[in-house]
Nanobody, 118 residues
């Protein structure tokens, strides 16, 4: 089994920044892709960004140019640097991980709340 623990959520004003972290533990040898999804109130969960162990990265169009995903393989940790935050970025952000880019949602964290408000 794999455990994912997120940290770094909180509140920010529009235009501000936050950084999320997600640390993986357990049977981590099977993790190839790690990333982030988010779920806003009343909406479906959606992909934010994903990164593979080899460095391939995909972003949702809504966050391109504003968010940066990175990964420290030695620490089994993935980060999400969120800049130029918008009101619509308010959501619960979930860390996810899996054995491939196409199956990066096998494991989930419990989520961390990000609130953007003026």
């Amino acid at each position: 089994q794999v455990q994912l623990v997120e940290s770094g959520g909180g509140s920010a004003q529009p235009g501000g920044s936050l950084r999320l972290s997600c640390a993986a533990s357990g049977s981590i040898s099977g993790i190839y892709a790690m990333g982030w999804h988010r779920q806003a109130p009343g909406k479906q969960r959606e992909l934010v960004a994903v990164v593979t162990r080899s460095g391939t990265i995909n972003y949702a169009d809504s966050v391109k140019g504003r968010f940066t995903i990175s990964r420290d393989n030695a620490k089994n940790t993935v980060y999400l640097q969120m800049n130029s935050l918008k009101l619509e970025d308010t959501a619960v952000y979930y860390c996810n991980a899996g054995p491939s880019l196409g199956n990066a949602m096998l494991y989930w964290g419990k989520g961390t709340l990000v609130t953007v408000s003026s």
